[in-house]
């Protein structure tokens, strides 16, 4: 069974730092391009950042230079670590499997999200 299970989530103060982790299971982690999405209340989910089973990278515009992904193949999990955060960045953060090429299945997997709320 497909697990990703995420993190981390919480109030936040604007300016602050929170860091999400996501926890894979029943998949072959090292064949999967790992990301982060959010949702903001009203609005679609959006790519947030990615991170391919070598380690390279790629951010959305709002997020980058504040937001750094990771991950680690041992663990099978991947992180967020997300810097001077801001209201706008409020939004339920979703972790993403993607399978490059061809493989067992899933083709692609979601996590259930967590919460991130940046507020006073």
């Known amino acids: 069974q497909v697990q990703l299970v995420e993190s981390g989530g919480g109030l936040v103060q604007p300016g602050g730092s929170l860091t999400l982790s996501c926890a894979a299971s029943?998949?072959?982690?090292?064949?999967?391009?790992m990301g982060w999405y959010r949702q903001a209340p009203g609005k679609q989910r959006e790519l947030v950042a990615t991170?391919?089973?070598?380690?390279?990278?790629d951010y959305a515009d709002s997020v980058k230079g504040r937001f750094a992904i990771s991950r680690d193949g041992n663990k099978a999990t991947i992180y967020l670590q997300m810097n001077f955060l801001k209201p706008e960045d409020t939004a339920v953060y979703y972790c993403?499997?993607?399978?490059?090429?061809?493989?067992?299945?899933?083709?692609?997997?979601w996590g259930q999200g967590t919460l991130v709320t940046v507020s006073l």
């Open positions: 991170v391919t089973r070598d380690r390279i990278t």
């Open positions: 029943g998949l072959m982690f090292g064949r999967y391009t």
């Open positions: 993403n499997a993607d399978r490059v090429g061809f493989g067992p299945p899933p083709q692609t997997a």
